[in-house]
Structures are given as C-alpha cells and as structure tokens.
C-alpha cells in the first residue's frame, strides 16, 4: 500500500489514502508478512485450508507448497513487537492480511467459510484485541476514514496515559468526549465506549471531532 513492489504478482498495491492522506498526520509502519517471514517475491499464489480442526496456509496452485509454519511462525513473533502502532490498515482477501474477507477452502477445493481473518491478522487481533484495524478500501469512505482516525487517536491517548492531559488542555468537544470514556478502567472498556460513541455520528460531527483530537494530540506531541 506504500508503493513496494511486495504482492505475490510482484507488483505494488498502492494506496493514495495512506501515502497521501494519512501520512500527512501519523508515521506508517510497513509491514508485509509473507516477505518478511522469507517468501519471495514473486511467489506462488496461497491460499487457507482447513483439514478437520487444523488450518494450513497451502499454495493455491502448488498443493504441495506449504508455508503454515513459516507464517505462524512469524506472525507470532512479529505482532509481539508492534506493542507501538496505534491503529493498523490491511490488505482484503490476503490469506495473511485480510478482515473478515478471507476465504477458507477444504483440502479438495471446496470453499467452507467466507468471511475469515488472515493468520497474520489473527494474531493482531489476540495479541492487540482494542487495536483498531481497517482494510484499506473501507476508508474510501470519508466516514469511516474519520472515524478511524479517531480511533487510532484515542487508542494512542489511552495506551499512553494522556486521557487527564487531553481533559485539560483540548478542545470543550474533545473534553466532553474524553470524560465519558475517563472513568472506565481498562483499555478494552473504554476503545469499546469510543466505538459506540461514535456509532451514528454525523460526517460534520465525526469530522470536528478527528480535527480537534488532531489538535490536542499535536499539542502534546504524541504522535
């Protein structure tokens, strides 16, 4: 999504929400699962496969090829050192990288779920269960990309201890919406009442708010 040439076709899946929109407020962290964990590039197309209780990541074509334990491998320890990131953006249908858009395939091809996570995605999800994650198509939509802008915001705050000094020093609005989340004692109760606080907001609403965060996390230097 960054412009590298990483995909299994060898080709890039830039997003000029990310590169053009988002890195203008926040650091990007790339992160390409299947490279990292040594697959080449290019590389056989793979695909999940589930046999009785047991999930493989096998080749789609080459059903000899099998990188489970490489990539499991990997994404266990790689997720472990992501503890930083506030919010993560993924790559849909990518057998390590999708949300809830990855198909699951018997051993002789029949499709038996859709809708499932990547291996790498999975793993964030256990290890970092509050973390906000987005595939990146979803944010073409301005109120959804706002909204996880505040999230990603309020889940920085949260995880660094700033919620007393985002009361003190920002916005009446932001103040307003910090102090119903403040009280709350743990990261996973208060991302939940962020969500369901931002659950039919207006775009003119969510847009104020993701300003006026923007504001008082600039003016803590957070980010």
């Not at 962290?29 to 793979?46: D, H, K, M, S």
């Not at 489970?68 to 990518?94: C, D, E, I, Q």
């Not at 109120?143 to 007393?164: A, C, K, N, P």
């Amino acid at each position: 999504m960054l412009g590298d040439e990483v995909r299994y076709d060898g080709k890039n899946k830039y997003s000029s929400i990310c590169c053009e929109q988002l890195a203008s407020y926040y650091k990007l962290v790339p992160v390409c699962p299947e490279v990292e964990a040594g697959l080449t590039i290019p590389r056989p197309a793979i695909e999940l496969i589930q046999d009785t209780n047991d999930l493989f990541i096998k080749g789609r074509d080459d059903k000899s090829l099998d990188v489970t334990h490489r990539l499991t491998t990997f994404s266990g320890h790689k997720v472990s050192t992501l503890a930083y990131l506030s919010g993560y953006v993924l790559t849909p249908r990518s057998p390590s990288c999708g949300v809830h858009s990855v198909t699951v395939k018997s051993p002789l091809g029949d499709i038996l779920k859709h809708g499932e996570n990547g291996v790498f995605t999975q793993e964030l999800i256990q290890q970092f269960p509050s973390l906000p994650i987005i595939e990146e198509p979803d944010l073409t939509d301005k109120s959804t990309l706002d909204e996880f802008e505040i999230l990603v915001m309020m889940y920085h705050i949260i995880q660094r201890d700033y919620l007393t000094k985002c009361i003190k020093d920002s916005h009446a609005n932001v103040r307003k919406f910090i102090l119903k989340i403040n009280e709350l004692t743990t990261t996973h109760k208060q991302m939940e009442q962020v969500t369901t606080l931002l659950e039919g907001e207006s775009f003119q609403r969510l847009h104020r708010l993701k300003v006026e965060l923007r504001d008082c996390v600039s003016s803590l230097t957070l980010m």
